[in-house]
């Protein structure tokens, strides 16, 4: 991060912090911000490089695994009819633990509560490859996190994190994805800040990762506190911005810049 | 665990341009990069692939430190007779992956 | 718990990527040059290389320099007696020249392949196709690379 981009940042903004949400009919995917080479990359599973991981996770369903000897698919069957539209609705209420969980979280949870395994530590290639094959299954489907009263309080507070300013350069996520989106950055372009492909394969990192990891590296693009991964805050957001994405369609695996 | 993944057309007719393509799993450290304390991440590729069609040769590539991570090798061969195609990684540190593909020439 | 001090500290360190500290060589240019020099004559000799024939497509301006689709194409019969034998592609800025070698056996359909690159920075990237009769054509193309807005090296 250098000081050329902290005063660039620091042209960008305006006098007084204004937040009114992007339109529903307004709101494009990251992909339609991307180069027509990118798209082709995430267009074909042939040449998408998410594709491995999402075989390796239909290896992963179908393995037995933890002191119980199940696999996902003993309880779950075959994912492509049990999962359509399952990652659509994450993150989503879990009444034993009274809050909101992400799909990485449930997973972990399944293999404590069901399959007496240990958990697959966050960005491991297991869990994101689970997560990839689980998410794969509802692409085309619209985002559609449940709210209600149970998920209401997390909503909030996942909106009240997107628009509070933080961190030495003081921005708020709403400052840069719903007031200058489209426009330019150090030479890439400013998404909307959409999660249609999670986990995406982003060509940054060279590698698969999740939300969670892609919120880190905002906050720490800003200079802010890097929640943890699984932190409350970092799951409230999540929740946050799957609703701000409802009825946008989960495009998994995505590539991304 | 899938180390690689290719996409061949199943079926082609006899002389027909078949399109292959080929997609590995690895992360391609280029021995450039330094880890939080200064020291060299040492190199770790794929340092050649190659392809054949019912035991010939298609193609035989050299892929460096510039090929990106999870490497695209996409070419074409013509369809001629049914059999398989064979495709064979080989890097650094004994990595070594082969995956075999049928195809079917009417 | 670190302080803001050292927080500060360390940040601008991670903030510089491997390839700016060594950017700090005064020569690096200029040694870069002269190793795709020494590339292109290890692989054409002293034979004149002519332009024409090969077809080098890269994005003009790219998303990200990690990963830059590129294809090559030769105009070729691909016949016993008149083939493309194998298609080189360097570059002049990376740390390392040669990027990758497509050598074309007797089942080879067109004398074309498409890859992905890592690019260091904007630069002109040279394609050499070999032919059976022992001549030698290129093409260049020019890309753009830019940074991302930000990085986040060493965060997970």
Excluded at chain 1, 61 to 85: L, N, P, V
Excluded at chain 3, 17 to 23: F, T
Excluded at chain 3, 25 to 36: S, V, Y
Aim: charged share 25%; aromatic share 6%; proline share 6%.
């Amino acid at each position: 991060m250098s000081l050329r981009f902290a005063l660039l940042l620091a042209c960008l903004l305006p006098g007084a912090a204004s937040s009114g949400d992007i339109p529903l009919s307004e709101r494009r995917s990251g992909y339609e911000m991307m180069s027509r080479e990118t798209q082709k990359i995430q267009d074909e599973d042939a040449t998408n490089p998410g594709t491995l991981w999402v075989l390796d996770g239909e290896a992963l369903w179908a393995k037995k695994s933890g002191s119980a000897g199940k696999s996902c698919a003993d309880c779950h069957g075959d994912a492509r009819q049990s999962m359509k539209g399952v990652a659509a609705r994450y993150p989503a209420f879990d009444p034993a633990r009274g809050r909101p969980l992400n799909l990485e979280q449930r997973i972990n949870a399944c293999r404590a509560d069901h399959q007496t395994a240990p958990p697959f530590a966050y960005e491991s290639k297991e869990l994101l490859a689970l997560e990839a094959y689980v998410a794969r299954q509802s692409r085309g489907l619209p985002i559609a996190p449940r709210i209600d009263t149970k998920t209401k309080p997390f909503l909030e507070a996942g909106r009240e994190t997107f628009h509070r300013r933080q961190g030495q350069l003081n921005l708020s996520c709403s400052q840069c994805h719903d007031d200058h989106w489209g426009k330019k950055l150090a030479g890439s372009v400013i998404p909307q800040g959409h999660p249609t492909g999670y986990p995406i394969y982003r060509l940054e990192w060279q590698n698969l990762g999740s939300l969670g990891r892609r919120l880190r590296g905002c906050a720490f693009g800003i200079r802010a506190q890097v929640p943890e991964l699984g932190s409350d805050e970092l799951v409230d957001l999540e929740l946050y911005l799957m609703w701000r994405a409802r009825g946008m369609k989960i495009e998994t695996p995505g590539v991304r810049p | 665990m899938a180390r690689a993944v290719v996409t061949v057309p199943p079926r082609a007719k006899r002389g027909e341009i078949v399109e292959i393509k080929t997609l590995a799993q690895h992360t391609m450290e280029t021995g450039f990069r330094r880890t939080q304390t200064g020291d060299l991440i040492p190199r770790d590729i794929i340092r050649t692939f190659a392809c054949t069609y019912n035991g010939v040769e298609v193609c035989r590539v050299e892929l460096h430190p510039a090929i990106a991570a999870n490497p695209l090798i996409a070419f074409t061969t013509v369809a001629t007779e049914s059999g398989a195609l064979k495709f064979e990684w080989a890097g650094d540190n004994g990595y070594s992956v082969t995956e075999i593909a049928p195809i079917k020439v009417e | 718990m670190t302080t803001r001090r050292q927080f500060l500290i360390v940040s601008a360190a991670l903030a510089a990527p491997a390839a700016a500290r060594a950017q700090l060589d005064p020569n690096l240019a200029a040694n870069r040059k002269a190793a795709f020099q020494a590339a292109l004559k290890r692989i054409v000799g002293d034979t004149k290389v002519a332009r024409g024939r090969v077809k080098l497509t890269l994005p003009p301006l790219i998303d990200n320099g990690n990963s830059v689709p590129l294809s090559v194409s030769v105009e070729s019969p691909m016949t016993e007696a008149d083939h493309v034998k194998a298609i080189h592609v360097l570059t002049e800025k990376n740390p390392l020249p040669d990027v990758i070698t497509f050598a074309l056996g007797p089942r080879a359909g067109r004398a074309s392949f498409a890859t992905r690159v890592r690019l260091a920075d904007t630069q002109t990237v040279t394609a050499i196709a070999q032919m059976s009769d022992g001549s030698f054509w290129s093409d260049g193309a020019e890309v753009v690379v830019t940074l991302s807005a930000c990085l986040e090296e060493g965060l997970i």
